[in-house]
């Protein structure tokens, strides 16, 4: 069974940093594209970074360029978001995911 | 980027109706992909490559579309169905979803 398991959420200040971690199992990580994805409370989906299955190129939306990095550990199947700089913006539950499968989601909350 | 609209932003439906959810794209795309996510639970793929049903989703549902206008089909609703829907596509960098139809069940 394919399983995603998000970790490391909570409530941190603006300006600190949070690194999230996805422990995937029930596949072979290594051969897929993997992205996070955002839902701030009460609103819709929104794409935060991707990463090809190698770790060789990621993509991130603008808002978070240059203060979050999407990584991977294909040995330990686990994906990876650190996040720096946050913003009270960037509060949402995030979502690790290869498209056909969702993690339940990791809460975080950016506030003072 | 690719922005999708989706229409209509909320409908509501009685069991055995006929309801149709659009997404409009800002630029021709080759696919779309659509998610349930019924409240508290994680988004799940519902349907994918613009008319491919997911495992497990029921065939009342289907999808259909090309270029920049695509939908989602559901041919006799019955009360299960009831939740908001999201397109998706990744045509295009960076992947985008549409703001989301939220059915009700009457």
């Known amino acids: 069974e394919v399983q995603l398991v998000e970790s490391g959420g909570g409530l941190v200040q603006p300006g600190r940093s949070l690194k999230l971690s996805c422990a995937a199992s029930?596949?072979?990580?290594?051969?897929?594209?993997m992205a996070w994805v955002r839902q701030a409370p009460t609103k819709g989906l929104e794409w935060v970074a991707s990463?090809?299955?190698?770790?060789?190129?990621?993509y991130y939306r603008d808002s978070v360029k240059g203060r979050f990095t999407i990584s991977r550990d294909n040995a330990k199947s686990t994906l990876y978001l650190q996040m720096d700089s946050l913003r009270s913006e960037d509060t949402a539950t995030y979502y690790c995911?290869?498209?056909?499968?969702w993690g339940q989601g990791a809460s975080v909350t950016v506030s003072s | 980027e690719t922005v999708l609209t989706q229409s209509p932003t909320t409908t509501a439906a009685s069991p055995g109706e006929k309801v149709t959810i659009t997404c409009r794209a800002s630029?021709?795309?080759?696919?779309m992909h659509w998610f349930q996510q019924k409240s508290g639970a994680s988004p799940k793929l519902w349907i994918y490559?613009?008319?491919k049903l997911a495992s497990g989703v029921p065939n009342r549902f289907s999808g259909s579309g090309s270029g920049t206008s695509y939908s989602l089909i559901i041919s006799s609703i019955e009360s299960e169905d009831g939740a908001p829907y999201y397109c998706?596509?990744?045509?295009?960098?960076?992947?985008?979803f549409g703001s989301g139809t939220k059915l009700e069940i009457k």
């Open positions: 995911t290869r498209g056909d499968a």
């Open positions: 029930g596949f072979t990580f290594s051969n897929y594209y």
């Open positions: 990463i090809t299955n190698s770790g060789g190129s990621t």
């Open positions: 630029s021709s795309i080759s696919y």
């Open positions: 490559d613009t008319s």
């Open positions: 998706q596509q990744k045509s295009s960098e960076p992947p985008t």
